[in-house]
């Protein structure tokens, strides 16, 4: 039995290990609540409807929840991604107290993203409801969830991406400061953002005050409308790849059809697709029957590819540089597991992307092979030698001095981490597409 190193935080709990199962160990005084919920008919109405993760009984003290294929995390996700996330948390707390319970945490790393939509994964965050207490949580859900979202709608989408390095939270003072006037305008960014991040004083129950379910709802419903107007377009970076790329018709379905057939090859359950833009080749590999974790570095290619999902429920955007993939962080540099540690699958789909680390980010063909041989059995990559138009523009404005950037090379420091299985020329364009397995 191995301790998840994330769970120590809660003391009504933890969450381990063995042969590859998490399982979550639950206090004896918390083991009559956890009970009262599973025998609920909340239980039973958050479960039906995919707000909260089934799990059972497997000993007196030890839950199995289904397991989570991916974990991610809050910085990982797309605008809209940490809006479905806030939202679903105060449904559950609605929820929640129509049935005498409450949340006593709202932390955005309580959700995961499990069939294309977020779920509540934390069995113990659930408490008897005290009529009178006010919500506990209402501080945590705002600096987890709402503050990150009013800077990321009214500033800059980047906001999102602060959760890394606060990890228990976006400070509401900070984060009153940083928005713009016109943000607080509206009563809810006012209230929930800039009062409260006086430090709770103007809006904080007094000991003495009550607070009843009616005045918690009216607070949940205010906290609902405020995330529900924050809004956040796509405007810029690689998200109108596939109507200005150099590939033409022919090249592009031609690539298509080389990758679909190399899917089949490798029989891939998992699929990372590195540098996926709008998701055109996740979904491809989604058609094998695959499951696919879709990374890239542009936010607005991320927001694209998860609103425009098409009902998928195994595809999994994530915002991320593989130049500087989110790190372990956290207590101890281990409460949040580093990207690359997490990111272990069948095949990785690297289509159009080692010439942007080799060449717009100086990474040595060497480097990039190991790195991707890490995290997979089966790897399609695509070569784009130097006289591919996209590449000309790269080394515009810059001296080339990437000497060792040719097929030769490539196919030298690969073959130290791979063996060849199959390549081929893309039809009206200089690329190659190769099919590679770990060593």
């Known amino acids: 039995m191995e301790k998840v190193s994330s769970s120590f935080r809660d003391p009504s709990g933890y969450v381990y290990e063995e042969k590859g199962v998490f399982y979550r160990k639950v206090s004896p005084e918390y083991k009559p609540i956890l009970d009262q919920l599973l025998d609920s008919a909340l239980y039973s109405k958050l479960t039906s409807t ?26 990982e996700w797309s605008f809209s991604m940490l809006k479905d996330a806030a939202l679903l948390t105060l449904e559950v707390q609605k929820m929640a107290l129509e049935h005498d319970m409450i949340l006593k945490d709202a932390s955005a790393y309580n959700i995961q993203f499990v069939k294309g939509r977020p779920i509540l994964i934390d069995h113990l965050s659930f408490y008897p409801y005290e009529e009178g207490k006010p919500w506990v949580a209402y501080g945590q859900f705002c600096s987890h ?63 003495w005050m009550k607070v009843s379910k009616l005045q918690l709802l009216s607070l949940i419903g205010s906290l609902e409308s405020t995330i529900k107007n924050l809004k956040w377009e796509p405007i810029q970076g690689w998200k109108d790849y596939l109507t200005v790329s150099n590939y033409s018709s022919i090249a592009s379905a031609h690539k298509t059809s080389i990758v679909r057939r190399l899917l089949r090859r490798t029989d891939a359950k998992v699929v990372a697709d590195l540098g996926a ?47 500087n993939p989110s790190p372990s962080v956290g207590w101890e540099n281990a409460e949040r597991d580093s990207l690359v540690s997490r990111l272990k699958v069948d095949t990785v789909l690297a289509l159009a992307l080692v010439h942007h680390l080799a060449i717009s980010h100086n990474l040595p063909l060497s480097r990039v092979a190991k790195f991707l041989s890490s995290m997979c059995r089966h790897l ?13 523009t790269m080394l ?18 690969f073959s130290k981490y791979f063996s060849l299985i199959d390549k081929e020329n893309v039809e009206g364009s200089v690329r190659s597409i190769y099919l590679m397995e770990v060593i």
């Open 380 to 392: 399609i990559v695509e070569f784009v030698p130097k006289k591919d138009s996209q590449v000309q």
């Open 277 to 323: 833009n709008l998701g055109y080749y996740s979904n491809i590999a989604l058609e094998s029957g695959a499951r696919v974790v879709a990374i890239d570095s542009d936010p607005a290619c991320v927001e694209l590819c998860y609103k425009n999902r098409n009902g998928s429920t195994d595809l999994l955007p994530l915002v991320a540089d593989l130049v």
């Open 145 to 207: 969830f709402l503050a990150p979202l009013a800077l990321a709608s009214y500033k800059d989408i980047s906001f999102i991406r602060q959760l890394q390095l606060d990890t228990g939270g976006l400070r509401l003072g900070v984060a009153s400061r940083l928005l713009p006037f016109r943000a607080k305008l509206h009563p809810g960014i006012l209230t929930h953002v800039s009062l409260h991040g006086v430090g709770s004083r103007a809006i904080a129950p007094k000991p």
């Open 396 to 413: 515009r404005f810059r001296e080339d001095i990437f000497s060792d950037y040719n097929v030769e090379s490539f196919e030298r420091e």
């Open 50 to 75: 995919g707000m909260l993760l089934p799990c059972r009984w497997v000993s007196e003290d030890t839950i199995l929840p289904e397991q989570v294929p991916f974990i991610s995390y809050p910085y």
